[in-house]
């Protein structure tokens, strides 16, 4: 055989090419339904792309992100313990989050002074670890506790790696709330920089938070514009009060969120340094690394099921790593129950110790260059959440848009939309709305009750500035709602609300519709009880008789519904059964099915969540007392 280059063997695979094999394989689908998706903005997302040239893309200063981790326990002596067995663990960021704030999560250092911050950082070496605090009202105390405590150990406060968190923009977003209006709090954010100058202060003063937004519902470029609105706002503060530009833009950092969308995560985080750079250069300054943060989404958490948690952290702190985040805090899996033990948080370092340490993922500044796919991504959502941060500026700035709800309103339908698509399975979230597992066993938390609500804290005094607050949701959370009262009632009475399935045909008939039919209901907390299915209708009868379930679902093929399934349900309700499901919906017999006394159809793309809600309502009512 004649020696030829390999590439001469086979047909050149160009994208004519691939697409006549793809329409082959699609046999006459829509190639747009069921090849093309979408971001949450609209941002188009296709199957597959070309290679790309690498665009100039910014990226974090030189070496690994820094693994950050929580400090949150409300007893400072506790905390001092953990941040030690962290530390020791392989981190080496540090995230103090105070009692009432946002992003304490209803726990939080309880301490009120540098003496009682010394106590939960006992042992610590401040100038070997990045620190950043999250106080929310609290900002400004903090970051003179800092200062204080630096002073009563006779250290140099520029030796620590400092992000003093202050975002008084984020707090009006996630309370609703400032205790002063714009005009009287930023001249006093730029003294406070001055005054902690003074000190020896050179981190970074103010944090343009993207978390309120992102657990409120809102897309990447929303979220990004918020963020860059939010970062302008402090700069011109700076500015107004006679700060240096050049090291005015040194005094700030940002806080994404990562989750677990890989792809559009790392795009970006990609985006927000480009988005940076392009507001550095129209301000006449030559771009510099921006400080990134990133936290793990607090709305992709869930209850239920929490170590599918570990995998979607996992996947989060990844993307985020690899699209340029200086630190990321991963949230341990079980921060949605309580207040998370060591093993939780030592989850949550690992996996980004592998990241690091075995996958080698720092040691790239910007794998995703020249990536079509992530080139494309990165220049959508640049250029969206430009357009999003200009018509907040359009509106007088980030705290006059929020002031008059323009936000909201924009987030809310982007919300809402995405409420719609969990609540009709077209975006799973595995363990909640997907392979529910209703046998569960409980995880370990810390014993510790959350801090009790004092009195806010905020910034200013003065005349306040209110908004509507960004509500703060967990997307799995309607579906937990359901799954509670079924714990209630397993305790009360010794089981769960159930479903019978009646199981029509052959196993070859009804077993799809039936496993169907199990997980749907399970989502709600409602046991299916199968069978092997039944050759005629007396012994489904007398099956469900037996069974004691307070519903019953009616599962098989078109086929055989046509033959038995208006016999079937005019049979069960004869027998007593008040509410009964049909898994599937066979257009021509929806009539007739519900004269016989079908109550709905259960099939993929129904509002699961309302079904549920109100079949499990019905469920309870019926159950044994």
């Known amino acids: 055989m004649e020696d030829r280059p390999l590439a001469?063997?086979?047909?050149?695979?160009?994208?004519?090419?691939?697409?006549?094999?793809?329409?082959?394989?699609?046999?006459?689908?829509?190639?747009?339904?069921?090849?093309?998706?979408?971001?949450?903005?609209?941002?188009?997302?296709?199957?597959?792309?070309?290679?790309?040239?690498?665009?100039a893309q910014p990226v974090r200063a030189p070496g690994p992100w820094k693994i950050a981790q929580r400090v949150d326990h409300p007893d400072p002596a506790a905390a001092?313990?953990?941040?030690?067995?962290d530390l020791e663990g392989g981190a080496d960021a540090l995230v103090l989050a105070f009692a009432g704030a946002p992003g304490a999560r209803g726990y939080g250092l309880t301490v009120t002074d540098a003496a009682g911050l010394d106590a939960a950082l006992a042992g610590v070496m401040l100038s070997l670890v990045n620190l950043r605090l999250d106080a929310g009202g609290r900002g400004l105390d903090a970051a003179r506790w800092i200062r204080d405590l630096a002073a009563a150990r006779g250290?140099?406060?520029?030796?620590?790696?400092?992000?003093?968190?202050?975002?008084?923009?984020?707090?009006?977003?996630?309370?609703?709330?400032?205790?002063?209006?714009?005009?009287?709090?930023?001249?006093?954010l730029a003294a406070a920089v001055s005054e902690l100058d003074a000190a020896g202060f050179t981190g970074r003063a103010f944090l343009a938070d993207g978390r309120p937004y992102h657990e409120a519902g809102a897309g990447e470029a929303a979220e990004l514009g918020a963020v860059l609105a939010t970062a302008l706002a402090y700069l011109r503060a700076l500015e107004a009060a006679g700060h240096d530009l050049d090291a005015a833009r040194d005094r700030i950092a940002v806080l994404l969120v990562a989750d677990a969308d890989e792809f559009v995560t790392l795009a970006k985080f990609r985006a927000m340094r480009r988005l940076w750079a392009r507001v550095e250069e129209a301000c006449g300054l030559d771009p510099k690394p921006l400080r990134i943060h990133a936290e793990t989404a607090w709305r992709m958490m869930t209850k239920r099921d929490p170590f599918t948690n570990i995998l979607r952290t996992g996947m989060a702190a990844a993307a985020a790593g690899m699209g340029g985040a200086d630190?990321?805090?991963?949230?341990?899996?079980?921060?949605?129950?309580?207040?998370?033990?060591?093993?939780?948080?030592?989850?949550?370092?690992?996996?980004?110790?592998?990241?690091?340490?075995?996958?080698?993922?720092?040691?790239?500044?910007?794998?995703?260059?020249?990536?079509?796919?992530?080139?494309?991504?990165?220049?959508?959502?640049?250029?969206?959440?430009?357009?999003?941060f200009r018509a907040i500026e359009g509106e007088g700035g980030i705290v006059a848009s929020l002031s008059v709800g323009k936000i909201q309103r924009r987030i809310e339908a982007v919300r809402e939309a995405r409420t719609k698509a969990i609540a009709t399975r077209r975006m799973p979230l595995t363990g909640?709305?997907?392979?529910?597992?209703?046998?569960?066993?409980?995880?370990?938390v810390l014993d510790v009750p959350p801090v009790a609500p004092g009195k806010p804290a905020n910034f200013g005094a003065g005349a306040a500035v209110a908004c509507d607050p960004l509500p703060?949701?967990?997307?799995?959370?309607?579906?937990?709602?359901?799954?509670?009262?079924?714990?209630?009632?397993?305790?009360?009475?010794?089981?769960?609300?159930?479903?019978?399935?009646?199981?029509?045909?052959?196993?070859?008939?009804?077993?799809?519709?039936?496993?169907?039919?199990?997980?749907?209901?399970?989502?709600?907390?409602?046991e299916?009880?199968?069978?092997?299915?039944?050759?005629?209708?007396?012994?489904?009868?007398?099956?469900?008789?037996?069974?004691?379930?307070?519903?019953?679902?009616?599962?098989?093929?078109?086929?055989?519904?046509?033959?038995?399934?208006?016999?079937?349900?005019?049979?069960?309700?004869?027998?007593?059964?008040?509410?009964?499901?049909l898994a599937g919906r066979p257009a021509d017999l929806e009539a007739p099915l519900k004269a016989a006394g079908i109550h709905a159809f259960l099939f993929m793309g129904c509002d699961l969540l309302a079904l549920l809600d109100e079949a499990i309502r019905r469920g309870l009512r019926s159950a044994p007392r």
């Open 327 to 388: 630190a990321v805090c991963v949230l341990p899996y079980t921060q949605a129950l309580g207040l998370p033990d060591a093993f939780a948080r030592r989850v949550g370092r690992n996996s980004q110790i592998v990241l690091l340490e075995e996958s080698h993922l720092g040691r790239v500044s910007d794998p995703a260059a020249g990536a079509g796919g992530f080139e494309a991504l990165t220049d959508q959502i640049a250029e969206a959440a430009w357009d999003a």
């Open 472 to 526: 703060s949701q967990r997307l799995a959370e309607p579906f937990e709602t359901l799954r509670d009262a079924s714990d209630a009632a397993l305790a009360k009475a010794g089981r769960r609300p159930s479903v019978f399935l009646a199981n029509l045909g052959p196993l070859a008939a009804f077993n799809t519709r039936a496993s169907f039919a199990a997980n749907a209901f399970a989502a709600g907390g409602i």
């Open 155 to 188: 250290e140099d406060l520029s030796s620590y790696d400092l992000d003093l968190g202050i975002d008084p923009v984020g707090v009006l977003a996630a309370t609703g709330s400032l205790g002063a209006g714009w005009k009287e709090i930023a001249p006093q």
């Open 528 to 581: 299916a009880l199968s069978n092997e299915g039944f050759p005629d209708t007396a012994s489904l009868v007398e099956a469900y008789k037996a069974s004691g379930a307070s519903l019953v679902c009616l599962c098989s093929s078109d086929a055989v519904y046509a033959e038995k399934a208006v016999e079937a349900t005019e049979a069960l309700a004869a027998a007593g059964a008040g509410t009964i499901y």
């Open 432 to 444: 909640a709305t997907e392979f529910p597992n209703l046998a569960e066993k409980p995880v370990a």
């Open 80 to 85: 001092a313990r953990q941040v030690m067995m």
């Open 8 to 55: 001469d063997l086979f047909e050149p695979a160009d994208r004519k090419r691939w697409l006549s094999l793809v329409e082959t394989a699609l046999k006459g689908a829509d190639f747009e339904k069921k090849l093309v998706s979408k971001t949450a903005d609209g941002l188009r997302i296709e199957p597959l792309y070309a290679a790309a040239e690498p665009s």
